[in-house]
């Protein structure tokens, strides 16, 4: 079975004075049994992570962590990047993406997120690939076609072994950060088509194990519904993740299963 990951992408908040006391809050509200359930990450700015690696070696924590973006390359002359090694060395699990926010603020291209993918693999990090559709295509009614392609695109010339490793987080862009959160059946159609779409690049046992994480305006009053779909494995949570108390309470959802 696939373990939830409920992990929350902190964007362009918190300081790493602020990380701190908002980890230190966060683990202070979820025990081994969560832990057990759910996988838990935060995914804060690049200041703040070595502050994060220090708390979770220092005390154990079963807390994973990870990065929202990382270079194609692994060195050299690109001022202001950050690479898959230094992520690594700082013990990053995971790298997101692709995000809505990368792809429409930078300009990033299809091209350069299957090569960023191919980066956090090459390091042994696990990319949170995102994927999703802005309101005209959703109201065009070509949303899984959309999400088909970026999918194909973003994960091009993967060996099975990579595609084995990968997140994929589907996060309709019309419900990131407006309070409209898409209804559990929006989020299952495209999951589900994200599934089978695995299944046809990859493998069955892969399309089996691959989490497929849903992200927009979710929070501890919705994500129960949310992940009583067959499809969703679990959140990429993005303002609710900056309060300790919401996201605990997000990750307690499996207490109402
Ligand atoms: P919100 O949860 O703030 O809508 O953000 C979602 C998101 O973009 C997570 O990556």
Redesign the pocket.
């Known amino acids: 079975m696939r373990k939830p990951l409920m992990a929350g992408?902190w964007k362009m908040n918190l300081n790493h004075l602020e990380a701190i006391a908002v980890v230190q809050k966060l683990v202070y509200s979820i025990n081994d049994k969560d832990y057990d359930a759910v996988d838990v990450a935060v995914l804060p700015p690049f200041t703040d992570i070595r502050s994060i690696q220090t708390l979770v070696d220092g005390d154990r924590l079963r807390l994973l962590y990870g990065a929202q973006d990382v270079s194609p390359s692994a060195n050299g002359a690109f001022t202001g990047d950050i690479s898959a090694p230094m992520l690594a060395k700082l013990g990053c699990t995971f790298v997101v993406v692709g995000?809505?926010e990368r792809r429409s603020v930078h300009k990033e291209e299809d091209g350069v997120i299957n090569k960023k993918i191919k980066a956090t693999l090459a390091h042994e990090m696990t990319p949170i690939f995102c994927v999703g559709e802005d309101l005209s295509v959703r109201e065009s009614g070509t949303h899984v076609s959309h999400v088909i392609r970026q999918m194909r695109a973003g994960l091009a010339n993967l060996s099975k072994p990579e595609l084995k490793k990968i997140v994929i987080a589907y996060?309709p862009i019309w419900?990131?950060?407006t309070g409209k959160t898409a209804t559990p059946q929006d989020a299952q159609e495209v999951c589900s088509a994200i599934r089978n779409e695995m299944e046809e690049i990859g493998s069955r046992e892969i399309a089996q194990d691959t989490r497929i994480l849903y992200?927009?305006?979710?929070k501890s009053a919705n994500i129960a519904e949310i992940m009583k779909e067959a499809d969703v494995d679990g959140a990429?949570?993005?303002?609710?993740s900056i309060d300790p108390e919401e996201l605990a309470k997000i990750v307690k959802f499996h207490q109402s299963t």
Do not use: T
Request: charged share 5%; net charge negative.
């Open positions: 992408n995000h809505s996060e419900a990131i950060g992200g927009g305006s979710v990429l949570i993005g303002g609710a």
